[in-house]
C-alpha cells in the first residue's frame, strides 16, 4: 500500500521507516522536496521510500499520516492540500506543544488537534491514533517487558477498522488497542501529553507507556 | 491522627472511611454542620469519625484532606478558613470539572486546581494525589489483578513524605507512588481526567487504573 507520511521528525521516520519495513511504500513529505532529513531517510530506508513536498506525499499516498508537530500541522495539512486528503484516511499523531517553558498545548479542553484537522478538512477520515507514547514504541510496542495500550478515535468506524489493522501489523495486540469513541476523544488523548512529560521526567526515560488494568 | 477531609460525596466517604478503619479519627466537613449524607456517614463509621462544618473539620484535622468537587474547591476552603489550614498539609483529590456536556475542566493547560490553591493558601503545604482513579481504588489499590501506580506533587517535599507513608498504609506500594515534582505537575494529574473519562466509557467500568511499564 502506498503512504504519505508528513514530517521528518522523530516519529515521522519511525512511522515511515515501519511502513517501508514491513512492505509498504512511503514518501516522507517536508516543506520543500530534497529537505536534508528526508533524503537520509530514504537513503538508510532503501526501496519503497522515497520524498517530496507536503503535497507530493499526500498525493502520493491511499493513506496520509500526520507526523508533525502539532503546532504547525494544520499549515502543513493546508500545504498537502485538501484534494490529496480527500477521502483518505488521515492519521494524526500531532501533540499540539506551544513554544513555553513549562510546556503547554496550544489547543486543549474544549477543542484538540484531532478535531481542528477533521473541521478543516472536512472529506478526510480523521483517526487519531499513538499520539500517547515516544515513536520507537510506536513501532515496536513488544519492546517493553509487558503489553501496554495504544489508544485510537475518530468519527469514521471504517477509518479506525483500518486504522486498527494497520496497527496490529506494526505489532500492537487487537485487545491492546482501545477505541476511545469520536474524534472528541482527541482531546483526552492530546491532554494526556501533560501527565506523560512529568511521568517521563520521574521515570527517567521516555521509553515507557501505559497499561490499563481493570477488573 | 486526626484528619479534616472536606466533602461528602463519594471520595470523602472512601477517604474518611479508611482513615477511621485504619485508626485515625476523621472529622468529615460540609457547608453547614449536620449534613445528612455526613451523619449517616458518621452513624457508619463509628468510633474515631465526627461531622462539622468546613471550619470545624479543617480546624480538627492535623491534616486536612480537599474532597471537593473540583469547581467548588476554592469557595469549600475558604469557608475552611486559611488560619485553619496553615502549616497543615494538604491533600487535594479535587479535579475541577465544569457542568458541560461534553465534560470540560474549570481550569486546564496553564494552570491547574492545585496550583490555584497552593496559590490562594500559601501558609498550607499542598500535596495533590489519588485524583487519577475511582474513589474505591484510592484506599484499596490491591482490589485490582494487578499493583498500579498512584502519583503526588507539590511544592513541600516534607508533605509529601508524609503523604507517602499514608498512602503507604492506605495499601500503596512504596515503589508505586510515583512523584511528579512540584505543583505544576498537577496540570497534568488533572488533564489526564479527558482520558480516564474516555477510558472509562471504552471499558465499561470506572475500577481500572494506570500502570506505567517501562524497560
Not at 507526523?67 to 495539512?77: D, K
Not at 477543542?111 to 483517526?127: H, K, M, N, T, Y
Not at 476511545?180 to 482527541?186: F, K, R
Amino acid at each position: 500500500m502506498r503512504f504519505g507520511v508528513l514530517g521528518t521528525g522523530m516519529v515521522g521516520r519511525a512511522i515511515a521507516g515501519k511502513l517501508v519495513a514491513i512492505g509498504h511504500e512511503a514518501r516522507m513529505g517536508s516543506r520543500e522536496a530534497g529537505n536534508e532529513k528526508a533524503l537520509a531517510w530514504v537513503a538508510e530506508a532503501g526501496e519503497g521510500a522515497s520524498e517530496g513536498s507536503f503535497a507530493d506525499a499526500a498525493g502520493f499516498g491511499e493513506v496520509v499520516v500526520n507526523a508533525t508537530a502539532g503546532a504547525h500541522s494544520l499549515e502543513a495539512l493546508e500545504a498537502a492540500g485538501a484534494k490529496n486528503l480527500r477521502g483518505k484516511v488521515l492519521i494524526d499523531i500531532g501533540n499540539a506543544m506551544a513554544d513555553t517553558q513549562p510546556t503547554t498545548l496550544t489547543v486543549a479542553n474544549t477543542d484538540s488537534l484531532g478535531e481542528q484537522i477533521q473541521r478543516a478538512f472536512p472529506e478526510a477520515r480523521v483517526v487519531k491514533t499513538l499520539n500517547t507514547m515516544n515513536a520507537g514504541l510506536m513501532v515496536a510496542p513488544d519492546s517493553l517487558g509487558e503489553t501496554t495500550n495504544a489508544f485510537l478515535c475518530g468519527d469514521d468506524a471504517g477509518a479506525k477498522a483500518q486504522v486498527t489493522e494497520l496497527l496490529e501489523t506494526f505489532g500492537w495486540l487487537s485487545g491492546d488497542i482501545i477505541d476511545l469513541g469520536d474524534i472528541t476523544a482527541a482531546r483526552g488523548m492530546e491532554m494526556y501529553l501533560m501527565l506523560w512529560l512529568k511521568l517521563m521526567g520521574a521515570t527517567g526515560t521516555a521509553q515507557f507507556n501505559i497499561r490499563i488494568v481493570k477488573d
